[in-house]
Protein backbone atom coordinates (compact mmCIF):
# COMPACT_ATOMS: atom_id res chain seq x y z
CA UNK A 1 0.00 0.00 0.00
CA UNK A 2 1.47 3.50 -0.54
CA UNK A 3 1.34 5.70 1.63
CA UNK A 4 -0.32 9.21 1.50
CA UNK A 5 2.27 11.09 2.95
CA UNK A 6 1.67 15.07 3.33
CA UNK A 7 5.21 16.17 2.52
CA UNK A 8 7.58 14.20 -0.14
CA UNK A 9 10.25 11.47 1.04
CA UNK A 10 9.09 11.38 4.75
CA UNK A 11 11.93 10.55 7.24
CA UNK A 12 9.88 7.20 9.11
CA UNK A 13 9.80 4.49 11.66
CA UNK A 14 7.71 1.36 11.98
CA UNK A 15 6.21 0.43 15.19
CA UNK A 16 3.22 -1.62 17.03
CA UNK A 17 1.08 -0.18 20.24
CA UNK A 18 1.28 -2.01 23.19
CA UNK A 19 -0.71 -2.66 25.66
CA UNK A 20 1.74 0.02 27.66
CA UNK A 21 0.66 2.52 25.19
CA UNK A 22 -3.24 2.81 25.99
CA UNK A 23 -5.04 4.64 28.48
CA UNK A 24 -8.19 3.95 30.42
CA UNK A 25 -10.17 4.44 27.81
CA UNK A 26 -8.90 1.97 25.82
CA UNK A 27 -7.35 3.61 23.13
CA UNK A 28 -3.21 5.46 22.34
CA UNK A 29 -2.68 7.46 25.01
CA UNK A 30 -2.02 10.85 23.68
CA UNK A 31 1.36 10.96 25.63
CA UNK A 32 2.50 7.70 23.58
CA UNK A 33 2.32 9.98 19.86
CA UNK A 34 4.79 12.99 22.08
CA UNK A 35 7.02 10.20 22.43
CA UNK A 36 6.67 8.70 19.34
CA UNK A 37 7.62 12.23 17.90
CA UNK A 38 10.33 12.78 19.84
CA UNK A 39 12.09 9.52 19.34
CA UNK A 40 11.45 9.77 15.46
CA UNK A 41 12.49 13.41 15.60
CA UNK A 42 16.44 12.39 17.30
CA UNK A 43 16.25 9.69 14.87
CA UNK A 44 16.11 11.35 11.96
CA UNK A 45 18.62 14.08 13.41
CA UNK A 46 21.36 11.26 14.11
CA UNK A 47 20.50 10.45 10.37
CA UNK A 48 21.43 13.55 9.12
CA UNK A 49 24.66 13.66 11.31
CA UNK A 50 23.57 15.89 14.24
CA UNK A 51 23.41 13.82 17.91
CA UNK A 52 22.39 14.78 21.28
CA UNK A 53 26.56 14.04 21.88
CA UNK A 54 26.68 16.89 19.22
CA UNK A 55 24.73 19.17 20.21
CA UNK A 56 26.01 18.91 24.09
CA UNK A 57 29.81 19.49 22.57
CA UNK A 58 28.66 22.71 21.03
CA UNK A 59 26.50 23.58 23.74
CA UNK A 60 23.39 24.07 21.27
CA UNK A 61 20.60 22.65 20.31
CA UNK A 62 17.21 23.38 19.10
CA UNK A 63 14.16 23.77 21.78
CA UNK A 64 10.34 23.23 21.43
CA UNK A 65 8.72 26.55 21.42
CA UNK A 66 5.46 25.42 20.25
CA UNK A 67 3.87 21.67 20.10
CA UNK A 68 0.74 21.43 18.37
CA UNK A 69 -0.83 17.69 18.18
CA UNK A 70 -3.96 17.01 15.97
CA UNK A 71 -5.13 13.42 16.42
CA UNK A 72 -7.55 12.28 13.69
CA UNK A 73 -8.58 8.94 14.71
CA UNK A 74 -8.10 6.39 17.71
CA UNK A 75 -5.32 3.78 17.70
CA UNK A 76 -5.63 0.67 19.64
CA UNK A 77 -3.13 -2.52 20.53
CA UNK A 78 -1.80 -4.26 18.17
CA UNK A 79 -2.23 -1.61 15.39
CA UNK A 80 1.03 -1.37 12.97
CA UNK A 81 1.80 2.58 12.62
CA UNK A 82 4.31 4.15 10.79
CA UNK A 83 5.33 7.71 11.63
CA UNK A 84 7.08 9.92 9.04
CA UNK A 85 8.84 13.52 9.89
CA UNK A 86 10.24 15.97 7.72
CA UNK A 87 11.91 19.64 8.27
CA UNK A 88 9.93 22.79 6.34
CA UNK A 89 11.90 25.29 7.29
CA UNK A 90 15.39 26.49 8.63
CA UNK A 91 15.52 30.44 8.78
CA UNK A 92 19.13 30.10 9.05
CA UNK A 93 19.01 32.40 11.68
CA UNK A 94 17.15 31.11 14.85
CA UNK A 95 14.22 28.53 13.61
CA UNK A 96 12.90 25.34 12.49
CA UNK A 97 10.09 23.99 11.89
CA UNK A 98 9.23 19.71 11.96
CA UNK A 99 6.39 18.16 10.68
CA UNK A 100 4.59 14.44 11.84
CA UNK A 101 2.08 11.90 10.65
CA UNK A 102 1.22 9.01 11.77
CA UNK A 103 -0.16 6.32 9.88
CA UNK A 104 -2.19 3.32 10.60
CA UNK A 105 -0.25 0.83 7.96
CA UNK A 106 -3.33 -1.49 7.58
CA UNK A 107 -5.50 1.24 5.64
CA UNK A 108 -3.47 4.07 5.15
CA UNK A 109 -5.56 6.53 7.50
CA UNK A 110 -3.69 9.13 9.12
CA UNK A 111 -4.07 9.27 12.57
CA UNK A 112 -2.34 11.92 14.05
CA UNK A 113 -0.09 15.28 12.61
CA UNK A 114 2.12 17.12 14.28
CA UNK A 115 4.11 20.55 14.28
CA UNK A 116 6.85 22.07 16.29
CA UNK A 117 8.58 24.99 15.70
CA UNK A 118 12.06 25.22 17.79
CA UNK A 119 14.16 27.48 18.49
CA UNK A 120 17.85 27.61 19.19
CA UNK A 121 19.28 27.56 22.28
CA UNK A 122 22.83 28.00 24.34
CA UNK A 123 22.30 24.22 26.46
CA UNK A 124 24.04 25.62 29.71
CA UNK A 125 21.56 28.79 29.88
CA UNK A 126 19.15 28.19 27.88
CA UNK A 127 19.05 31.40 26.50
CA UNK A 128 17.65 32.17 22.13
CA UNK A 129 21.27 32.15 20.07
CA UNK A 130 21.31 31.78 16.36
CA UNK A 131 21.72 28.78 14.64
CA UNK A 132 25.22 27.32 14.66
CA UNK A 133 26.76 27.01 11.29
CA UNK A 134 26.82 22.98 11.55
CA UNK A 135 23.09 23.19 12.21
CA UNK A 136 22.20 25.66 9.52
CA UNK A 137 24.41 23.77 6.83
CA UNK A 138 22.57 20.10 8.15
CA UNK A 139 19.12 20.86 8.49
CA UNK A 140 18.55 23.40 5.98
CA UNK A 141 20.00 20.62 3.39
CA UNK A 142 16.95 18.51 4.69
CA UNK A 143 14.02 21.09 4.39
CA UNK A 144 11.66 19.55 2.29
CA UNK A 145 8.67 22.12 0.49
CA UNK A 146 5.15 21.19 0.79
CA UNK A 147 3.78 19.32 -2.53
CA UNK A 148 1.38 22.54 -3.10
CA UNK A 149 4.48 25.03 -2.86
Not at 65 to 83: H, M, S, W
Request: proline residues 4%; negative net charge.
Amino acid sequence: MSIPWDYPTPFTREFTVTKNDIDGLGHTNNASYVIWCEQCAWQHSESLGLSVTDYQELDRGVAIRQAEYNYCLPTFTGDKLVIGTWLVDCDGRLRLERRFQIVRSGDGATVMRGRWNLVSVVLSTGKTTRLPDRFIATYSSAVVQSPTD
